[in-house]
């Protein structure tokens, strides 16, 4: 068997980006499992315990992505001109696969490019933004974008592949969450069961010609450029060895974590209501008594007054969370690259860290 399980495995919500309008409709969601695998046929890492019937692109699916002050954040505009602009033609046919509220296209359009998005979980239809899955019976295109959505795709490089077989010459943008930073950060709750791939970026070089690449993010994003020309079909280059030792620390931290909580007895606030302070909000309602407050905070309006799937914890607003938490909350910043904006944001009102340096 060409599988191997490399030591973590957890409970977490099966969807970590969907919100209810009740703690009762949240906690009635069907949970998911992370077990960490590698493929030795075709090495990567991904969820071997990913089922796909768990996951709902549904109206409770939210994915806007904004800032600490509630803004739109689109951090792929900040390099696509400079960065992969030179790349395709100033009329290049753009294809974004998995769109959101079509967020880029409507970026791209304004640059007068011929562009198309495709989401099932598009609330406005338009002729450019289509609530569908993206088929490769679309008309092909010499740009296709991919925005964290291949982490979300079971057998990433046959869907590149087919994208590849009709598309030859094409160029795919793809964005991910690098692995490298979630273990260099011992950030566990990165793991969620709705990522069933945990890209290196060494992942598409060593398969594909990638003609450029960047960071952003303070390093936890990545961006490829993939291009098809030449290829007859995706290529490993030998030798690759799985990360082991660096997902069993994952683990290992998990459960130190669950450790330091063992007597601890007071609210505890996070920061952060996407994936990562989703499965966190989950871990924590396992890890602690039921009777303790849990709460979430999230800058994004569309979550506030909502709850997260699996944990049933509510999502407050910054202002209500600063107005209403007891002062004897702690609050745990999901990303730690936000942990001095958020401490300056609160004021000093409650104590404030990352999970990895909490301690009771």
Same mark, same amino acid.
């Given at each position: 068997m060409s599988v191997t399980s490399l030591g973590f495995s957890a409970v977490v919500p099966g969807n970590s980006t969907r919100y209810f309008e009740s703690a009762e409709e949240a906690k009635q969601q069907r949970s998911g499992a992370v077990d960490v695998a590698w493929d030795k046929a075709n090495p990567y890492l991904f969820n071997a315990k990913f089922n796909s019937?768990?996951?709902?692109? $549904?109206?409770?699916?939210?994915?806007?992505?904004? $800032?600490?002050?509630?803004?739109?954040s689109l951090p792929?505009?900040?390099?696509?001109?400079?960065?992969?602009? #030179?790349?395709?033609? @100033?009329?290049?046919?753009?294809?974004?696969?998995?769109c959101g509220q079509g967020e880029f296209i409507r970026y791209l359009s304004s640059l007068s490019f011929d562009a198309i998005g495709f989401d099932p979980a598009l609330r406005h239809e338009s002729d450019n933004l289509c609530r569908r899955y993206w088929t490769a019976e679309e008309v092909p295109a010499e740009l296709y974008v991919m925005r964290c959505v291949l982490p979300h795709i079971e057998n990433p490089w046959r869907f590149l592949e087919e994208i590849r077989r009709v598309s030859p010459e094409s160029l795919v943008l793809i964005e &991910?969450?690098?692995?490298?930073?979630?273990? $260099?950060?011992?950030?566990?709750?990165?793991?969620?069961?709705?990522?069933?791939?945990?890209? &290196?970026?060494? $992942?598409?070089?060593?398969?594909?010609?990638?003609r450029n690449q960047g960071f952003f993010k303070d390093g936890e994003w990545a961006?490829? /450029?993939?291009?098809?020309?030449? /290829?007859?079909?995706?290529?490993?280059?030998? #030798?690759?060895?799985? #990360?082991?030792?660096?997902?069993?620390? /994952?683990?290992?931290?998990?459960?130190?974590?669950?450790a330091r909580l063992s007597d601890w007895d007071r609210p505890l606030g996070v920061w952060g @209501? @996407?994936?990562?302070? @989703?499965?966190?909000s989950s871990a924590l309602g396992d890890f602690l008594p039921e009777d303790l407050d849990i709460f979430a905070i999230d800058a994004d309006s569309n979550r506030w007054g909502k709850y997260l799937e699996h944990s049933g914890v509510r999502i407050l607003s910054p202002e209500i969370a600063m107005r209403s938490m007891p002062r004897d909350t702690h609050i745990l910043v999901a990303n730690p690259n936000h942990l001095a904006e958020v401490g300056a944001t609160l004021g000093g009102s409650f104590e404030v860290a990352a999970p990895l340096k909490f301690q009771t």
């Amino acid at each position: 068997m060409s599988v191997t399980s490399l030591g973590f495995s957890a409970v977490v919500p099966g969807n970590s980006t969907r919100y209810f309008e009740s703690a009762e409709e949240a906690k009635q969601q069907r949970s998911g499992a992370v077990d960490v695998a590698w493929d030795k046929a075709n090495p990567y890492l991904f969820n071997a315990k990913f089922n796909s019937d768990l996951i709902q692109h $549904d109206s409770s699916y939210c994915t806007t992505v904004k $800032d600490l002050n509630g803004c739109e954040s689109l951090p792929t505009a900040d390099y696509f001109l400079s960065q992969v602009g #030179p790349h395709v033609s @100033a009329e290049a046919r753009v294809v974004e696969i998995g769109c959101g509220q079509g967020e880029f296209i409507r970026y791209l359009s304004s640059l007068s490019f011929d562009a198309i998005g495709f989401d099932p979980a598009l609330r406005h239809e338009s002729d450019n933004l289509c609530r569908r899955y993206w088929t490769a019976e679309e008309v092909p295109a010499e740009l296709y974008v991919m925005r964290c959505v291949l982490p979300h795709i079971e057998n990433p490089w046959r869907f590149l592949e087919e994208i590849r077989r009709v598309s030859p010459e094409s160029l795919v943008l793809i964005e &991910f969450q690098r692995t490298e930073w979630v273990i $260099d950060h011992s950030i566990w709750y990165m793991l969620n069961h709705d990522h069933v791939n945990y890209f &290196f970026v060494d $992942d598409f070089s060593s398969r594909y010609n990638v003609r450029n690449q960047g960071f952003f993010k303070d390093g936890e994003w990545a961006w490829v /450029l993939v291009d098809f020309s030449g /290829l007859t079909s995706h290529h490993v280059t030998p #030798p690759v060895t799985p #990360p082991v030792e660096q997902v069993r620390k /994952l683990g290992r931290e998990r459960d130190s974590f669950k450790a330091r909580l063992s007597d601890w007895d007071r609210p505890l606030g996070v920061w952060g @209501a @996407a994936g990562k302070g @989703a499965v966190l909000s989950s871990a924590l309602g396992d890890f602690l008594p039921e009777d303790l407050d849990i709460f979430a905070i999230d800058a994004d309006s569309n979550r506030w007054g909502k709850y997260l799937e699996h944990s049933g914890v509510r999502i407050l607003s910054p202002e209500i969370a600063m107005r209403s938490m007891p002062r004897d909350t702690h609050i745990l910043v999901a990303n730690p690259n936000h942990l001095a904006e958020v401490g300056a944001t609160l004021g000093g009102s409650f104590e404030v860290a990352a999970p990895l340096k909490f301690q009771t």
